[in-house]
């Protein structure tokens, strides 16, 4: 990554950075552009440490947090089926230029259920209003879904019904880190999803393998490492990068993933406290205040 510039300064999208990729890559000359989000943005707590004003209501808060970044990753799909009414009136409210990736319900990654291809089905209709604004459905699985035979099976036959949708795929067991796990969901062309958190034991590790060149997609989890192993919610994702990890991240991984994807997403699932927002608007500052460099 040699020279960067930000749109949006008008007004046009608020935390969407064109990455220039230079000198040191066969991409030379190439723009990729990165959006920078949250995962979620309808937090009570967001009012209360400063991010949405005071007296800020639940309907309000999407358009305010257009105002400050170009993508959302939509963390209530996950708890609930989408349903089309409601992501309907969400698109009608939305800035235009806000994207979204929205969550695969958990009764198809960590509660499945028996009538799993039903559900999905149900789910496809609930995300239909998204249409051309939709980046990726993600598809977070749990840490105990390894590489076995049976989930192989599994992950293959979910895959194959969504095919004609934009996927991103999170893996959380340390198994999946493997060659053959990349090369398939590159013929399949699946984001593979870089994740930053704490180094566990079994927990999948942070990569710049980009498996889909038309999207890489970054989740920041935070660093907290005696949170993850607490189990409580709040604990686990209290956590504010630091300006030097978060240069450190873009030198280690942005720069080689931006060089072999047309497009990428950042977002910050480190939502207490309002550290997502925080963080995410920090980066996108970070990335714009980068000057070009010699090789």
Excluded at 73 to 100: C, G, I, S
Excluded at 150 to 172: C, I, K, Q, S
Aim: charged share 20%; net charge positive; aromatic share 10%.
């Amino acid at each position: 990554m040699r020279s960067l510039t930000v749109n949006g300064k008008n007004g046009d999208s608020p935390a969407k950075v064109a990455l220039a990729i230079g000198a040191g890559s066969t991409a030379r000359g190439r723009v990729c552009p990165v959006y920078v989000g949250t995962c979620g943005y309808s937090y009570t707590e967001w009012v209360d440490s400063g991010f949405y004003p005071a007296g800020t209501k639940s309907m309000e808060m999407l358009g305010l947090y257009g105002r400050c970044f170009s993508v959302v990753e939509l963390n209530y799909t996950w708890y609930q089926m989408a349903r089309a009414d409601a992501l309907a009136r969400m698109v009608e409210k939305a800035p235009a230029h806000l994207l979204f990736a929205a969550k695969l319900t958990r009764t198809m990654t960590h509660e499945r259920a028996d009538n799993w291809r039903e559900q999905l089905q149900m789910y496809r209709q609930g995300i239909a209003p998204l249409q051309k604004r939709l980046v990726a459905v993600l598809i977070q699985l749990p840490p105990d879904f390894d590489r076995s035979i049976a989930n192989r099976t599994y992950l293959a036959a979910l895959l194959d019904g969504l095919h004609d949708v934009p996927v991103a795929v999170e893996f959380r067991h340390c198994s999946w880190a493997a060659d053959p796990v990349f090369a398939e969901l590159e013929r399949r062309q699946v984001t593979l999803v870089t994740v930053d958190a704490p180094s566990l034991p079994g927990f999948f590790p942070a990569l710049d393998v980009v498996t889909n060149p038309a999207l890489f997609y970054v989740r920041f989890h935070g660093r907290n490492k005696a949170g993850w192993q607490s189990g409580n919610m709040q604990k686990k994702f209290n956590y504010d990068y630091s300006d030097q990890e978060l240069c450190a991240w873009c030198d280690q991984y942005l720069s080689p993933m931006a060089a072999k994807a047309d497009r990428g997403i950042l977002v910050f699932n480190n939502h207490v406290r309002a550290q997502a927002p925080k963080n995410g608007r920090r980066l996108a500052a970070i990335l714009a205040d980068l000057r070009p460099r010699e090789s």
